[in-house]
C-alpha cells in the first residue's frame, strides 16, 4: 500500500467515529488512475471546501469539536503531503523529548501512531524528573484551534518568513499552508483536529519549537501540547519558561496561564487511581457485592475527580477473560447505565462491553437500555456534544432498540452530519419515526456539496435515504463520479463485534485474538488460536462460517474497480 493511500484510508476520518464509518473506500477511488483524474481536474464552486463538524464529549461539560474535511480537499492535502512525507517525518521526529512523535505504520488502525503509549506516560514523567528539585509544567493555549495555518509553511520551510518568499507556490511549506487553509473556507486560523495528517503537521511545528528552547541541563518532556521541564532550581524553570514562550511567540502560540505553574519535586507521576480501580477489579466479578463495591470506589473517585475519564477506565477494566454471571451483570448494567449518564464521553467504551457480554451470551436487559439510549439523546441538549449520541445510536441500530418520537425530534434538530446519517439509516429499518427524517431532510436541502454537511447530503443519496437530494449530487462532478462507482463511508451493514472491535472498545489483546482468527486462510487453526481461553472461545464460535464471509463482503464493499486488493482492507476492516 502506497504512502498516500495509507494516509486516506487510515488517516483519513477520526478514530471516534463509530465503526460503521470508514475511508477504505474512497482510499480505492482516489489511488484509482480514473477515480485520480476526477479528483485533480476538480474545481469547488468557491475555490475552497469545509469540513464536517463531530462533537466529541469529553468529562465534564467539556467537548472537543472534531473535523471531516471533503473528500477533495483531504485527498489534495495527503497527496502533497505523500509526496514529501521522508521530509515531513524526519521534521515531525527532531524533537528531543517529544514522547507523541508521529511513527508511521502499516497494516494498523491508523496511518500514524505516537512513538510512546499512553499507558506508558508516568513511567515516562518518572524518568525525566530524575535528579531535579523542580518542576515547570505548561499547556500550550487551544493549540490545534489557535494553530496558524501559515506556521506549518513557517516550520517546514523557514524562508517562508521572508516576504520575498511568500508566493513562491514550489515551497512545500507553501502548498501546505493553501492546502489546509482550503479545506477549512480560507480560514487561516486553526487546523482541523481528527485527521493523522494534522497530527503530522502540528507535531511538526512544536517539534521545531522544541529545538529551539534553551534547556541547558534540564530535563524536558513533551506530550502533544502539554510541556514538563525538570530543574534544579526555580530561577532555572523561569528562565526556560521564558524561552518557551519566545519560541511560541515566533509562531503565533500561547501558553495556558492556568495551567502554568512551577512547584517542587518530588511530585507523583502519575494520578493513581488507575492503579485503585485495576486492583478493584481483579474481584469484581467474583459476587454481585463485589461489583457494587467496584463501581462504589469508581462513582466515589469520579465525584472527586469530574474532569477525568475516571468511569470510562473504570469500564474498559471490566473486559476481562471470564463470563459474568446473571445476578453479577444486573449490576454491571446498572452501573454502567449510571456511568454513561454521568460521565460524557463513556458511550463508546460501555456500549462495547454490553456488546461484548451479548456475543458471549450474556442476555442485557434491552428495557434498560432502550431507557439509557433515550436519555443519552435528550441529554445532548445540555452537553452539545456528537459523540455519545452517535454511539447510542449505533448501539440501537445493532440491538434493533427503537427511539422515541421525542428522541427523534431531538435527532432532527441537531444538524450533525454524522448523527443525521445513522438517523436516517435507523428510520430506513423502521427505529425512528418520520418526523425525524423530514427533519433531517429540511436542513439538508439547504446546505451545499462543498459546505459543511457535503457527508450527510452525499450519503443521505447513496443509501436512498433520502431520493430527494439526488439532484445536489449528480450536479457536482466529484460526488457524481463517487456515487457512480459506488463509494461510500458509511456500511448500513456491520458485523455485531464492529461495536467490539475498534479503537475505542476492546482492549488490544481481545482485537488481536479476533484480527488473527478473521484474516487465517487456515479454518483448522480456530481452535488454537482461542485454546485455554474461554471467553474467546466462546467469541470464536460460529467464526469459521463468519471469515471467509466477511472477506467477501469486503471485497464487495471495497468495489475495487479492477486495483488490487488493499493490504489493509481484511486485516482491519472496522477501523
Given at each position: ?195 493523522d495528517l494534522s497530527f503530522l503537521l502540528a507535531e511538526t511545528v512544536l517539534s521545531q519549537v522544541d529545538r529551539s528552547i534553551d534547556i541547558g541541563k534540564s530535563r524536558a518532556y513533551r506530550w502533544f501540547d502539554d510541556y514538563e521541564f525538570a530543574c534544579d ?292 487453526k480456530f481452535e488454537e488460536i482461542f485454546a485455554g481461553n474461554s471467553m474467546l472461545a466462546l467469541l470464536g464460535q460460529g467464526l469459521k462460517n463468519i471469515a471467509h464471509h466477511e472477506k467477501n463482503e469486503i471485497e464487495i464493499l471495497l468495489d475495487l474497480m ?14
Amino acid at each position: 500500500m502506497t504512502i498516500y493511500k495509507n494516509l486516506l484510508a487510515r488517516g483519513y476520518l477520526p478514530k471516534e467515529l463509530p465503526p460503521s464509518f470508514f475511508s477504505d473506500h474512497f482510499a480505492a477511488y482516489a489511488t484509482s488512475k480514473a477515480g485520480r483524474a476526477v479528483l485533480q481536474s476538480y474545481k469547488p464552486a468557491d475555490n475552497f471546501t469545509e469540513c464536517v463538524s463531530y462533537r466529541l464529549a469529553l468529562p465534564g461539560l467539556n467537548h472537543r469539536l472534531l473535523r471531516i474535511p471533503h473528500p477533495f480537499s483531504y485527498s489534495k492535502l495527503a497527496r502533497i503531503t505523500a509526496k514529501n512525507f521522508r521530509r515531513l517525518l524526519q521534521k515531525a521526529g527532531k524533537s528531543p523529548f517529544s514522547k507523541s512523535r508521529p511513527v508511521y505504520q502499516v497494516r494498523q488502525r491508523r496511518a500514524l501512531r505516537t512513538l510512546v503509549k499512553p499507558s506508558n506516560l508516568a513511567r515516562e514523567r518518572a524518568l525525566s524528573r530524575g535528579g531535579s528539585s523542580h518542576l515547570l509544567k505548561v499547556d500550550v493555549s487551544q493549540f490545534y484551534p489557535s494553530l496558524y495555518t501559515h506556521a506549518v509553511g513557517w516550520a517546514v520551510d523557514p524562508k517562508l518568513r521572508e516576504r520575498a518568499n511568500w508566493s513562491k507556490k514550489s515551497l512545500v511549506g507553501k502548498q501546505l499552508d493553501q492546502a489546509l487553509m482550503d479545506l477549512q473556507g480560507k480560514v487561516s486560523q486553526g487546523i482541523p483536529i481528527g485527521t493523522d495528517l494534522s497530527f503530522l503537521l502540528a507535531e511538526t511545528v512544536l517539534s521545531q519549537v522544541d529545538r529551539s528552547i534553551d534547556i541547558g541541563k534540564s530535563r524536558a518532556y513533551r506530550w502533544f501540547d502539554d510541556y514538563e521541564f525538570a530543574c534544579d532550581t526555580r530561577e532555572e524553570a523561569e528562565r526556560i519558561l521564558s524561552s518557551l514562550q519566545r519560541e511560541l511567540d515566533s509562531y503565533r502560540l500561547r501558553l495556558n496561564p492556568k495551567k502554568t505553574q512551577i512547584i517542587q519535586l518530588p511530585q507523583p507521576a502519575s494520578d493513581g487511581w488507575h492503579d485503585v480501580i485495576i486492583d478493584a477489579s481483579k474481584s469484581a466479578f467474583s459476587r454481585p457485592h463485589a461489583m457494587v463495591k467496584y463501581f462504589d470506589i469508581a462513582f466515589s473517585l469520579a465525584l472527586k475527580h469530574p474532569e477525568l475519564p475516571i468511569l470510562l477506565y473504570a469500564i474498559g477494566a471490566l473486559f476481562q477473560n471470564q463470563k459474568p454471571w446473571d445476578s453479577i451483570l444486573r449490576v454491571a448494567e446498572s452501573c454502567i447505565s449510571q456511568a454513561l449518564l454521568q460521565e460524557p464521553g463513556c458511550a463508546q467504551k460501555g456500549l462495547s462491553l454490553l456488546q461484548f457480554w451479548q456475543i458471549n451470551g450474556c442476555p442485557i436487559d434491552r428495557n434498560l437500555w432502550s431507557h439509557t439510549t433515550e436519555q443519552i439523546i435528550q441529554r445532548h441538549e445540555r452537553s452539545g456534544a456528537s459523540s455519545d449520541v452517535a454511539w447510542a445510536l449505533a448501539f440501537c441500530i445493532a440491538q434493533t432498540l427503537p427511539v422515541s418520537k421525542k428522541a427523534g425530534r431531538i435527532l432532527a434538530s441537531l444538524n450533525d452530519d454524522v448523527i443525521s446519517i445513522q438517523s436516517l439509516h435507523a428510520n430506513s429499518l423502521g427505529l425512528v419515526d418520520n418526523i425525524c427524517k423530514s427533519g433531517i431532510e429540511k436542513f439538508l436541502a439547504n446546505s451545499e456539496m462543498d459546505g459543511n454537511h457535503w457527508l450527510a447530503i452525499y450519503e443521505s443519496v447513496r443509501h436512498g435515504f433520502l431520493p430527494s437530494l439526488t439532484p445536489k449530487v449528480t450536479s457536482n462532478t466529484l460526488m457524481n463520479d463517487m456515487l457512480g462507482k459506488g463509494v461510500t463511508f458509511y456500511r448500513p451493514s456491520t458485523p455485531s463485534y464492529s461495536l467490539v472491535i475498534h479503537s475505542g472498545g476492546a482492549p488490544d489483546w481481545i482485537t488481536q485474538k479476533w484480527i488473527n482468527a478473521i484474516t487465517t486462510t487456515s479454518p483448522e487453526k480456530f481452535e488454537e488460536i482461542f485454546a485455554g481461553n474461554s471467553m474467546l472461545a466462546l467469541l470464536g464460535q460460529g467464526l469459521k462460517n463468519i471469515a471467509h464471509h466477511e472477506k467477501n463482503e469486503i471485497e464487495i464493499l471495497l468495489d475495487l474497480m479492477g486495483i488490487e486488493e488493499p493490504e489493509t482492507a481484511v486485516f482491519e476492516p472496522y477501523a
